[in-house]
């Protein structure tokens, strides 16, 4: 009895996707780090998250996990925005005008491939823009070392936390696809997509926190 072979999947063919590529000066160290430690972990998690749940047909929870990312940068942008706002007022209270030059800004290249990357993009240079007035009033003698280093340290974590709970997403979002029953299908489509089998494991309050001197630089405006 001849055998039959069973029937070959033909292979999914790439999709054209829409990309922006803006690219940013990146002033301070806190802002360069976030992006070091945490911005290529989130770009692929958001991307995979995409990938996994419309692969198995789950459209509408693709935007409701959309919607709920959103809404936390958006929270960390009012908090961002909020403190730069009271820094401002702190630094025309005495009459400061100027700004810091930086020693060693990076040049920050974004490939913008969904509205939460262009989200958590702004975040970034929102960030640097708090840092930058943060800076001024140290340097200015306003706000003392220790307060500085503390709130450097604090809006950080701030957002690398962030994108750790959005890598968390991702495997929530994987684990769900395998329990339905398109664990192949999933492990498939992360394959094609130049994505690893599993997820990153992260825990939502890890953070990687550089040396000062851990940086490595090579002269002013180089890339991150």
Not at 60 to 81: G, H, K, P, R, Y
Not at 196 to 202: A, I, R, S
Request: with cysteine.
């Amino acid at each position: 009895m001849a055998e039959t072979s069973a029937p070959i999947k033909p292979a999914r063919t790439a999709i054209s996707r829409p990309v922006f590529e803006r690219t940013f000066k990146i002033n301070s160290e806190q802002a360069i780090r976030v992006i070091r430690n945490s911005y290529e972990r989130l770009i692929r998690s958001l991307y995979a998250i995409d990938v996994v749940l419309r692969i198995v047909g789950q459209e509408e929870a693709v935007d409701e996990i959309e919607a709920i990312v959103s809404m936390m940068i958006t929270e960390c942008a009012e908090q961002l925005q909020q403190e730069k706002a009271r820094l401002e007022k702190l630094k025309a209270d005495n009459g400061i005008a100027e700004i810091p030059t930086y020693t060693h800004p990076r040049e920050f290249v974004a490939r913008i491939a969904s509205p939460q990357i262009a989200q958590f993009v702004e975040l970034i240079r929102l960030l640097d823009q708090l840092m930058m007035v943060m800076d001024t009033l140290w340097l200015c003698q306003v706000i003392d070392n220790k307060h500085c280093v503390d709130a450097r340290y604090h809006w950080q974590q701030r957002l690398q936390r962030l994108a750790n709970r959005i890598v968390t997403i991702e495997r929530q979002a994987h684990r769900e696809a395998y329990a339905q029953g398109h664990g192949e299908e999933v492990r498939l489509a992360r394959q094609e997509s130049g994505l690893q089998d599993e997820p990153e494991t992260v825990t939502e309050d890890e953070s990687v926190i550089d040396e000062p001197d851990s940086l490595q630089t090579t002269g002013s405006g180089g890339s991150i």
